[in-house]
């Protein structure tokens, strides 16, 4: 069996995380949302796959070069629209008796949901099956109808928000039965209610375990959190200079040529990438995630933040439920405020000007790659700054800065 990733999508939402990355190319702990979903197909033994990439990608199949795998890859450009354009890419590669197991490259979950997925089926006898998640914000997803005995009756459109509260989670066992709708302009999802109205038996894969859809910003918090809380162990690399009175506290994973100076404080669980440097009397607290490079410098404090590859954070500095993109340049005093006060929902806008609550108890910032940001600035809750700004001194942040 064949296995197939979904990777062509621009991620519009996650701008600006996006301007200059591929959505399946953001990094969680150092590990691309790629790389996960290659793992989950794996997991199940699939050792054959085959990657949905847009148009003269580079950066994907760099990596996929660079970096060794257990299963063959080929790569296909889309050539439509949408999830549709997607699939259909494929359609040329398989008989309509071949089963095969699709998945997104956007989503964070355990690897596991594959095997869950296929023996959904195998234990039903069904000819597809579709893993769905019991969520309480369905407006975003495609919901699933499903009788006594755990056959999907109906795909359901997102309008449809009091018939369910099952939402297609991003994993299918398909066939090739699917590309004959898809050929016939059916829309992906109409494709199941086509394909059960003929005959066919679609079974739900229950999922229970954490689901997340990285398609907005702090989606990308969340799925870091999710990865840190799975460690229980620690790693640190003997390649490592700590210096004195360091304190270690809780899982935390340390790679080659770290230094930490004098001082800092460390409360995992915390990951900190290769030839970071952090600097004396420094607190990194838990749910923190620091890329390759970084440098943090004297008395700054980080909590439950993603700080990407190449960024500087002077000293005394405040970052808190935030994520700094590669090569940010933040000066000293900085502060981002994680919580309205009084306290009240915290609402983002996104590049298309559309604003949204963020389902997040704390939330701060969130910068864009390239960008300085000057002394003393203050960044309110749900502040996003797109890439290449230069934020002046002693500025009041808020929305959506261009």
């Not at 939402?167 to 066939?175: K, P």
């Not at 404080?265 to 420094?282: D, K, L, Q, S, Y």
Request: charged share 15%; aromatic share 6%.
């Amino acid at each position: 069996m064949k296995g197939i990733i979904l990777a062509a999508g621009q991620g519009n939402d996650l701008k600006p995380l996006t301007n200059h990355l591929p959505k399946p190319m953001i990094k969680i702990l150092d590990k691309p949302l790629i790389q996960f979903a290659v793992d989950r197909l794996t997991h199940c033994g699939i050792q054959e796959i085959i990657i949905v990439i847009p148009k003269d990608d580079v950066l994907i199949t760099s990596y996929f070069q660079q970096t060794p795998q257990n299963s063959y890859i080929e790569f296909v450009n889309q050539s439509g629209k949408g999830i549709d354009g997607a699939i259909k890419s494929v359609s040329k590669m398989f008989n309509e008796d071949d089963q095969f197991l699709l998945t997104h490259s956007d989503i964070v979950t355990a690897d596991h949901i594959t095997t869950r997925t296929l023996n959904a089926a195998h234990n039903s006898g069904a000819d597809m099956a579709i893993a769905v998640s019991l969520e309480r914000e369905v407006q975003d997803f495609g919901m699933v109808s499903i009788d006594s005995d755990g056959y999907v009756d109906e795909i359901l459109s997102p309008k449809e928000t009091d018939k369910s509260n099952y939402i297609v989670a991003g994993t299918f066992l398909l066939n090739g039965k699917i590309f004959n709708y898809l050929n016939q302009g059916v829309p992906f999802n109409d494709c199941f209610n086509h394909f059960i109205s003929d005959g066919g038996k679609i079974v739900a894969g229950i999922w229970n375990d954490t689901w997340i859809d990285v398609g907005r910003p702090w989606d990308v918090l969340r799925a870091s959190y999710f990865m840190l809380k799975k460690l229980k162990v620690s790693y640190i690399s003997s390649n490592v200079e700590i210096g004195p009175n360091v304190e270690i506290n809780g899982p935390v994973i340390i790679e080659d040529g770290v230094k930490i100076l004098n001082g800092t404080i460390i409360n995992g669980p915390v990951h900190i990438g290769e030839n970071a440097f952090i600097g004396n009397n420094t607190l990194i607290r838990d749910n923190t995630s620091i890329q390759d490079n970084t440098k943090i410098g004297m008395g700054v404090e980080i909590r439950s933040s993603i700080i990407m590859s190449n960024a500087s954070i002077a000293r005394l500095s405040y970052i808190g439920a935030s994520i700094i993109a590669d090569n940010v340049t933040i000066h000293s005093g900085v502060i981002t405020i994680v919580n309205n006060s009084p306290p009240s929902e915290i609402h983002a806008s996104l590049s298309d000007g559309s604003s949204h609550i963020v389902p997040l108890n704390k939330f701060g910032a969130v910068i864009g790659s390239n960008s300085h940001i000057g002394v003393h600035t203050s960044l309110k809750p749900g502040t996003i700054i797109n890439s290449n700004s230069i934020i002046e001194p002693n500025q009041v942040c808020n929305g959506w800065v261009e």
